[in-house]
């Protein structure tokens, strides 16, 4: 037996020519604003990449590359603006940002019905009671692909490997409100083997290549590979020793090709989403 491979590349196209056909069918573009501050070149090409695929399926994009000098008040001034330009549906600010500036309180200032990441914590909020406006993208692109991968959900044991406020936790909430039963390990977790053996779908957000090994995987596991790792030499590898699992697993997502498409896809949806939210609502968040 061999892992399906559950590839993301494929249905991110699928996803964005259905958004492309919408969008065209629009009263207007929706626009979608990337704050990139400072040269952190992982940041310059992950922002690239946004816009180029915002642009292709015709949604309007603007770029505010800011100087990594910005203080938190211009950078704050900025969002203002942005949250009441009516052209301007979905917000992103390309994390990190520098350490003079608190990450805490610029998500916190995008208007939470602009907030395409899905960061703001009146979002984090509402997926947590089961009622989610915008889902981060990465953990929403992982459901999407767990869906495709046929495996029910309902009664499942879904170990999650990671805690982050933008990748573990919501996968978490997005399993629990879809009948998974969760267990969320982390880097003080004591034998993370015995926890991943027993599960049905394992999703890993830890960002330490090849982490799980073959003799972690119960046989017929759905597995969600979110890492990205860089080695010495560029290639790019995930948390997971793919080729060491694919004959013990069900269905697998490659690195790359997996999980990253499906991020900028989620993000071009949300996008939608917040368009369609502002048609229906014309109030924007208050001054
Ligand atoms: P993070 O550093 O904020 O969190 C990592 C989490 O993993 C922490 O909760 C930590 O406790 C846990 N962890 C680390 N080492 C561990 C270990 N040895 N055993 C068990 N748990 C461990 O990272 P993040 O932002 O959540 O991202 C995680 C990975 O996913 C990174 O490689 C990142 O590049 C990647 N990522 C990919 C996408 C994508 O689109 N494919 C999007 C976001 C993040």
Redesign the pocket.
């Known amino acids: 037996m061999s892992a399906k491979i559950l590839d993301g590349r494929v249905r991110a196209s699928q996803i964005l020519a259905s958004l492309k056909e919408k969008i065209h069918s629009a009263a207007r573009a929706p626009g979608l604003c990337a704050v990139r501050v400072g040269d952190n070149h992982a940041s310059e090409i992950y922002v690239r990449n946004k816009i180029k695929c915002a642009q292709e399926i015709g949604i309007r994009s603007v770029l505010h590359a800011l100087d990594k000098q910005i203080s938190e008040p211009e950078l704050l001034r900025l969002i203002h603006e942005l949250n009441h330009d009516s052209q301007i549906d979905g917000i992103l600010v390309q994390l990190p940002l520098p350490a003079h500036i608190s990450t805490e309180k610029i998500l916190q200032a995008i208007s939470p019905v602009k907030d395409v990441d899905g960061f703001h914590p009146e979002n984090i909020g509402l997926l947590s009671i089961g009622k989610p406006r915008f889902v981060p993208?990465?953990p929403k692109?992982c459901l999407d692909l767990i869906q495709a991968s046929g495996l029910d959900l309902l009664g499942t044991h879904a170990v999650i490997?990671?805690?982050?406020?933008?990748?573990?936790k919501p996968m978490a909430q997005l399993l629990m409100n879809s009948e998974a039963t969760v267990t969320v390990?982390?880097?003080?977790?004591r034998n993370?083997k015995n926890f991943t053996q027993q599960a049905d779908l394992l999703v890993v957000?830890?960002?330490?290549p090849h982490?799980i090994k073959p003799d972690f995987i119960k046989p017929g596991a759905v597995i969600l590979d979110?890492?990205?790792?860089r080695l010495p030499d560029g290639k790019l590898i995930g948390?997971v020793d793919t080729e060491g699992v694919m004959s013990i697993a069900r269905a697998i997502t490659p690195?790359p090709g997996?999980?990253?498409p499906?991020?900028?896809a989620m993000l071009m949806e949300n996008t939608w989403i917040a368009y369609t939210l502002g048609i229906q609502h014309s109030h924007r968040y208050p001054e």
């Open positions: 993208c990465t692109g490997i990671g805690r982050s406020n933008i990748v573990g390990c982390h880097k003080n977790t993370l957000a830890a960002g330490s982490l979110i890492g990205i790792n948390d690195v997996g999980v990253g499906m991020t900028s």
